[in-house]
């Protein structure tokens, strides 16, 4: 067997795509190991949401180059970043052996021989590359949540975002395919399914059948026997229909729990970001889920110093978190990226330190909600599913998951990773709560 290494960065449709390049590559008697220097092929699934991101990616390949000068390898570059940069890639790291791009990772089986055939190989396409999934395994990592991609791409074009240039447009798989995804995994042991998109809520859109959508998905999921419970991230705020609201309620194994990213919370902010919805319309939705659900939380993501944002424009996100209870928030501050709308308007760039300047006040604001929200729940008895288990002091200290995401601890002598508990919470600290298994 050949070794492979592949070092994931980016978002969970990274990490599931990086499950399923391991598999195809399975066929052609390559294992996945985890020490880099025991490779004979390297690759870096890259993210290109902001600079940083991409800056990570440029410098993994430049440490991987130099091995190269003393052992055998095959380097390869994919993901995000890939398809932004193209052929340049391979001009500006001569030493890199195969690049490809989103829509190309199905080609792999056939790109890989051509690489082992010494040939330098650059794939990328704009079209994704057609060919039966499912003939191919899956290297699923760990065996507790399965990652399931259900719908591919994004039409939003929101004036920051890089994700509709890597990604290409919404498609949405086949709910038979995710069906038997889900199926295998639960037959396999894991204990939670995933369901993966840029905006899930979009799901089936593309089919134009009126069938094919989110809620009827959860449904047919929640059919499958097996304990196991069912997660969806990420939802766009204005496609969160009451057909879905209504799905989540009536199944039983589907998390109540929300990721809706607000992005500012100055409705002027929003338009100039091209977001379909405005601070009042996101605030009835996040109420409408509230009303709904006993312990649901509702995440979301914020960029800081948008190009243009006033201090008062500024303020109206801190205030959002507040006034909505927001129970975690991603954060970023604004990067530029290549093709986008927003990267044109240099002219209302701000600066570095006020960008910073105004993330660092975000996360500050973030930490409190997170706190409050925290205690919030102290005295409620939340579902969880354990997992991790470490013995301190002669202790067990049990790491958890409730349904609605949050992280709990307890103390328990029996309870092993992939147990489902009832934890009565009775002390809330920043990123955590602690109980006691009822
Ligand atoms: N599809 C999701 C988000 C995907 S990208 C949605 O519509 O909400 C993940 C997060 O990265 C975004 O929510 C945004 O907060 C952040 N992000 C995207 N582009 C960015 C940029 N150019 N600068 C800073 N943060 C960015
Ligand atoms: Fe990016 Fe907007 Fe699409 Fe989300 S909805 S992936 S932020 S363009
Ligand atoms: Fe990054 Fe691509 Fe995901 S840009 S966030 S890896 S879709």
Not at 38 to 56: G, H
Not at 414 to 428: H, L, M, P, R, W
Request: aromatic share 10%; hydrophobic share 35%; glycine share 6%.
């Amino acid at each position: 067997m050949k070794k492979v290494y592949i070092e994931t960065m980016g978002c969970q449709m990274n990490k599931s795509d990086s499950e399923r390049i391991v598999g195809m590559l399975s066929h052609f008697d390559y294992e996945e190991c985890t020490n880099p220097r025991e490779a004979d092929l390297l690759i870096v699934n890259t993210c290109s949401i902001r600079q940083l991101s991409a800056n990570k990616a440029y410098s993994q390949i430049g440490v991987w180059g130099k091995w190269k000068r003393h052992r055998p390898i095959k380097i390869g570059f994919c993901g995000c970043v890939a398809q932004q940069d193209r052929e340049g890639l391979m001009k500006r790291f001569p030493y890199l052996d195969l690049v490809f791009g989103t829509h190309n990772i199905y080609e792999l089986p056939e790109l890989i021989k051509r690489v082992e055939a010494g040939e330098q190989v650059c794939a990328i396409t704009e079209i994704p590359y057609k060919t039966d999934e499912t003939q191919y395994k899956i290297e699923r990592k760990g065996n507790l949540n399965a990652w399931i991609p259900i719908i591919e791409g994004c039409n939003n074009f929101c004036t920051y975002c890089i994700v509709p240039y890597t990604r290409g447009r919404e498609r949405s798989r086949e709910m038979d395919v995710i069906i038997d995804e889900a199926k295998k995994a639960v037959a396999q042991g894991f204990k939670e399914i995933t369901l993966l998109g840029q905006n899930v809520d979009s799901y089936g859109k593309d089919f134009k059948d009126g069938k094919t959508t989110l809620a009827n998905l959860l449904r047919e999921l929640n059919k499958i026997e097996g304990t196991f419970r069912i997660r969806f991230v990420t939802s766009y705020p204005t496609d969160i229909t009451d057909d879905l609201i209504d799905a989540v309620d009536e199944c039983d194994k589907v998390c109540k729990y929300f990721h809706i990213p607000m992005q500012s919370g100055n409705s002027e902010v929003l338009k100039k970001m091209n977001r379909r919805y405005d601070r009042e319309q996101y605030k009835s939705i996040v109420e409408k889920i509230r009303k709904r659900f006993k312990h649901v939380t509702i995440t979301s993501d914020f960029i800081a110093g948008f190009p243009g944002e006033t201090e008062e424009q500024f303020q109206d996100t801190l205030s959002a978190i507040k006034e909505l209870q927001l129970d975690y928030s991603n954060t970023a501050a604004y990067s530029p990226r290549e093709r986008t709308v927003a990267a044109k308007w240099t002219d209302k760039f701000l600066s570095e330190e006020v960008k910073y300047e105004r993330l660092e006040r975000l996360n500050e604001v973030n930490k409190e909600a997170c706190i409050e929200s925290n205690k919030r729940f102290v005295g409620e008895v939340l579902d969880v599913l354990v997992e991790d288990v470490k013995v301190r002091d002669g202790k067990r200290i049990i790491t958890s998951r409730a349904g609605n995401n949050k992280i709990v601890h307890f103390e328990s002598e029996t309870a092993q990773i992939g147990d489902f508990a009832n934890v009565k919470i009775e002390k809330a600290s920043m990123w955590c709560v602690k109980g006691t298994q009822v």
